[in-house]
Nanobody
């Protein structure tokens, strides 16, 4: 599985960005797709995930501001980010995960895309 992320950039506080992650390869095995982020000096954290193209979950810090969605025809997952804050500044990584018999299988990562929110 290969993941190609795009859409990062510089935005002012309160602005919006949309990240895209296009998947290719053995994508039929993918159950969960998500976005993680890592700010300088901090651990990578889950931002949002979508399972089987239906159920979603979000970090508390982004609920109500970020929306994850998928386009099966394009094998692409999006992260719409609104009302951005400086605390959202980080490198964002796309993730794809296989689930086997209810257990996490393989994780695949895209290259990071930098999101910078200026105050």
């Amino acid at each position: 599985v290969q993941l190609q992320a795009s859409g990062g950039g510089l935005v002012q506080t309160g602005g919006s960005l949309r990240l895209s992650c296009a998947a290719s390869g053995s994508i039929v095995s993918i159950t969960v797709m998500g976005w993680y982020r890592q700010a300088p000096g901090k651990q990578r954290e889950l931002v949002a995930a979508i399972t089987s193209g239906i159920s979603t979950n979000y970090a508390d810090s982004v609920k109500g501001r970020f929306t994850i969605s998928g386009d099966n025809a394009k094998n692409t997952v999006y992260l719409q980010m609104n009302s951005l804050k400086p605390a959202d500044t980080a490198v964002y990584y796309c993730n794809a995960r296989t689930v086997v018999d209810g257990a996490v299988g393989d994780d695949y990562w895209g290259q990071g895309t930098l999101v910078t929110v200026s105050s």
